[in-house]
């Protein structure tokens, strides 16, 4: 059972909200008035300088919002959160960005230097969007952060063969692959919604990825004694 949650306010969100609905963003994990703390794997994912391959970004539905967008990325969005510009996606109610019709997804290739942060924010805004949200994030599937708002959170999750090389701004691939491994991880309320990008993602990425339904692990460990 969820601890209650009090005085918290989760990135714009009144928590009470948080709690209902299906939606169930551990609180109790965070302590009042703080962020949760950045987990950090090592190596080349401490930087944020990571931007997302042109030939990852054809495996994905039109992006309707990107909440993290810099000048460097490839990532065409409807609508985008220009980090440059001193706009603060963390701090921003998602949903509000883009409008309840438009199709498409919202995409998120955070910081990877507050990469955990950023993946809390996802499953949080997760609750309130009417898109499918799908982020790029390093696959550090033990950490705490993918603990509390992948597993518990998401509906899928595609772990990407071999390890990626990036972009480092303006469509030039990085000279080296990552030194980690790399994950696609979907969260959606609307399950049958989440199944369609999943459909569409695995076609046209083939054997490069492999599935995991997410939401199944979660409800079957919380089934057992």
Sequence with gaps: MLAQARGLSVYGHD?????????NVNLSLFADGELPAVQQGGGDATSSEWYTPRWLLAWLPAVVLDPCWAPGSSVQALH?????????GLALDWASLVEPGADGI???????????????????????????????????AGDRYWHRSVWRQAAFVAFIAGRIRFETGGGVPAKDAASFCSAVVV?????????RVVQLVAKRAGSAV????????????????
Excluded at 187 to 195: I, K, Q, T, V
Excluded at 210 to 225: I, N, Q, R, T
């Design 187 to 195: 969260w959606d309320r609307d399950r049958a919604r989440a199944e």
């Design 210 to 225: 492999v599935w995991v339904d997410a939401a199944g692990l979660s409800l079957e460990a919380e089934g057992g004694e």
């Design 80 to 88: 985008h959160v220009d980090v440059r510009e001193g706009r603060d």
């Design 106 to 140: 919202v995409f998120c290739n955070p910081p990877y230097n507050d990469c955990a942060t950023w993946v809390d924010k996802c499953a949080a805004e997760a609750c309130y969007l009417q898109h499918t949200l799908v982020a790029l994030v390093p696959a550090y």
């Design 15 to 23: 928590p009470a909200l948080l709690l209902g609905g299906g939606c």
